[in-house]
């Protein structure tokens, strides 16, 4: 696996990928990923996520951020197919002057061929830790078969963790979220380090329409540069 640069912020960007095009019943995957102190990285993923009809299967992640570190976890979103049954969890271990913007997303499932909430069941969760202290405990647990998203295709969680105070930057991001069309979106800030944003969006590019505009903001609330592509 090889990071490339691909903008002025000396950023890296390593896209993870899966020969097999998504996940399949049965299968256990895991990754680890640890940035050295003062390092900075964007971790992506090549593609949505599939995952195929049969038994459980799992995908688990762990990601070490130390000190100094910022981290920028990106993955697109995660398709349940019909008669899928998955779960995913991610773990993020940060020290205290860490710094984190993470997101989950989902779909109702393979829309394209009227797939909406066809799946088994739907596992996930999200814990971020700093300094061994829980900041971020997150989840979903989701049987197939009736609606979830009240009407919408998409929903996103992001995570946005710094050692100083969010308030300016989560101001920003409610505003610049209520103006967004055909999606329902807010963003908080439960604590000086922390700011959470929720969003459900009917289709794909207003999801991701979102998603980077939250992530521009960010960017430019640490005095960084726009990345040079955006997630879609």
């Keep these: 696996m090889k990071a490339n640069c691909p903008d002025g912020s000396g950023i890296p960007e390593v896209q993870l990928t899966n020969p097999s095009g998504g996940t399949l019943g049965g299968d256990r995957l895991g990754a680890r990923v640890d ?19 049969g038994m459980e299967a799992s995908q688990t992640t762990v990601l070490h951020v130390v000190w100094g570190a910022f981290l920028e ?14 779960r995913q969890e991610a773990t993020f271990h940060l020290s205290r002057d860490a710094t984190l913007l993470a997101w989950d997303v989902f779909s109702a499932g393979r829309l ?5 909430f066809a799946f088994d069941r739907l596992r996930a969760r999200t814990s971020v830790l700093r300094q061994d ?10 049987g197939g078969g009736e609606e979830r998203f009240g009407g919408y295709s998409y ?26 069309s055909g999606a329902l979106a807010s963003a908080s800030v439960p604590a000086p380090g922390l700011c959470a944003v929720r969003v459900l969006t009917t289709g794909a590019p ?27």
């Design 133 to 142: 202290v829980p900041e971020v405990m997150e989840g979903l647990d989701l």
């Design 73 to 86: 976890y990106l993955p697109h979103h995660l398709i349940p197919y019909a008669g899928s049954n998955y």
């Design 206 to 232: 207003g999801l991701y329409r979102a998603l980077n505009g939250v992530r521009a903001l960010v960017r430019g609330s640490f005095g960084l540069p726009a990345p040079a592509r955006e997630v879609d």
């Design 112 to 116: 394209a061929r009227g797939e909406r």
């Design 35 to 53: 940035l050295a102190p003062g390092s900075s990285a964007t971790v992506l993923t090549q593609a949505a996520n599939k995952a195929y009809r």
């Design 155 to 180: 929903t996103a969680a992001v995570y946005v963790l710094a050692a100083r105070d969010l308030g300016p930057l989560g101001e920003d991001l409610h505003g610049f979220l209520a103006g967004l």
